[in-house]
């Protein structure tokens, strides 16, 4: 693992107010060190005698990446949050109990975002560029909470 991706886990502990960040960082360095994949990836059957190896191997690379996934996430999320979740079984039921959680607060958040946005209005005699940094701020505040912004 390289330096900066240690600084994110150093860095980025899961306390509740800052899950949309926390969420956005931890799907980084998951996508970083390919494991993400177990968070919408159905665990493959457990491999039996009559197995092919290309299924054995399937299920091995996911349980392993799975394990890896937890790790990351675990090493996240405050003392309390990791007693909590320390017996789920894969790395995707601990963020969906985390988004259960915390994405209440984070949805209001983005509504409220949103409705910032559209009541936003250019003031008479107030430069272009300043009211489009304003605009572009508040796209960057709704899209980092959520909102699916300029995707048709």
Not at 77 to 85: A, C, P
Not at 89 to 107: G, N, P, Q, T
């Amino acid at each position: 693992m390289t330096p900066s991706l240690m600084n994110i886990l150093k860095d980025n502990t899961l306390t509740g107010d800052n899950y949309v960040t926390w969420k956005r960082k931890i799907g980084l360095l998951l996508q970083s060190e390919k494991h993400k994949f177990v968070l919408t990836t159905p665990k493959p059957p457990a491999p039996n005698n009559e197995s092919s190896i290309m299924c054995r191997d399937e299920y091995e690379q996911w349980k392993t990446s799975d394990d890896m996934a937890k790790c990351y996430i675990m090493a996240t999320i405050s003392d309390v949050l990791q007693q909590q979740h320390e017996g789920m079984e894969s790395a995707a039921d601990i963020m969906m109990s985390l988004e259960e959680m915390f994405a209440m607060k984070s949805r209001t958040t983005k509504r409220e975002a949103v409705t910032a946005f559209m009541n936003l209005r250019m003031k008479l005699g107030q430069a272009v560029k300043d009211h489009m940094m304003k605009v572009i701020a508040h796209l960057n505040i709704a899209e980092l909470h959520g909102a699916d912004v300029g995707k048709k």
